[in-house]
């Protein structure tokens, strides 16, 4: 099991944490790869389909072999049966739309880095009263970066990763570091569908490498 601090730590050094589900197991393999070749060393994985625990298991397969230094974790866990199957299957760490009270519980069992998600500072409240460390606000796009802005004093100590509608610009991605996040997270803005469908490797490793350069500019 990888430490829990030592993921907290990647992910906040990395300044942005991919995130992406695709049913083909081939396809899900060589986006792993190409995120790792591009400078990645921490993902999400997404429980999004029927075909989720069984590509992880292929990914964590290929990560032991090609990529032990890869931390690579699973996202939309919403309850108890799915965080152990995950957890099972070697998860780094959890991700979470929600806050549950048994996955949190779960992550502390196992020592490993729990991250719900949240959208109302009563949220922000019941998961810094689970032990969460790191809070994915959720719906980005939806609180835009003035919402970190506006209750980040209220909650000291606890640090904010922005998911869902993250750009792949320097003006979105400047906002929201300057309004306090401590990394950001992105998936379809990075890992579109037509990079899944298409094969479009080349242009995710070139993608990939422009979101670490424009959060390291920030950071």
């Not at 993902?43 to 999004?48: K, P, S």
């Not at 209750?151 to 606890?158: A, D, N, T, Y």
């Not at 991605?173 to 990075?190: D, E, N, Q, S």
């Amino acid at each position: 099991m990888k430490i829990r601090k030592a993921v907290l730590n990647s992910i906040l050094t990395q300044g942005v944490l991919p995130l992406f589900f695709y049913e083909d197991a081939e396809v899900s393999l060589q986006i792993t790869r190409t995120l790792y070749k591009a400078g990645i060393r921490v993902l999400e994985y997404t429980n999004r389909g029927k075909q989720a625990l069984d590509n992880f298991k292929v990914l964590k397969k290929a990560q032991k072999k090609e990529m032990p230094d890869l931390n690579l974790g699973i996202g939309t866990i919403k309850n108890i049966s799915e965080a152990e199957a995950f957890v099972d299957a070697g998860a780094d760490f959890m991700v979470s739309p929600i806050t549950n009270s048994e996955v949190a519980k779960a992550a502390q069992k196992y020592k490993l880095l729990w991250i719900p998600g949240c959208m109302t500072p009563t949220e922000i409240y019941a998961a810094q009263k689970h032990g969460a460390e790191l809070i994915k606000l959720f719906p980005a796009n939806i609180l835009g970066p003035g919402f970190v802005s506006s209750i980040k004093e209220l909650f000291p100590g606890l640090i904010f990763m922005p998911s869902g509608g993250v750009e792949l610009n320097a003006e979105n991605i400047t906002a929201w570091f300057h309004a306090g996040v401590g990394a950001v997270a992105m998936g379809r803005k990075l890992i579109t569908k037509d990079v899944l469908e298409n094969r479009l490797y080349d242009q995710l490793f070139a993608d990939t490498e422009t979101a670490l350069e424009l959060v390291k500019a920030v950071m």
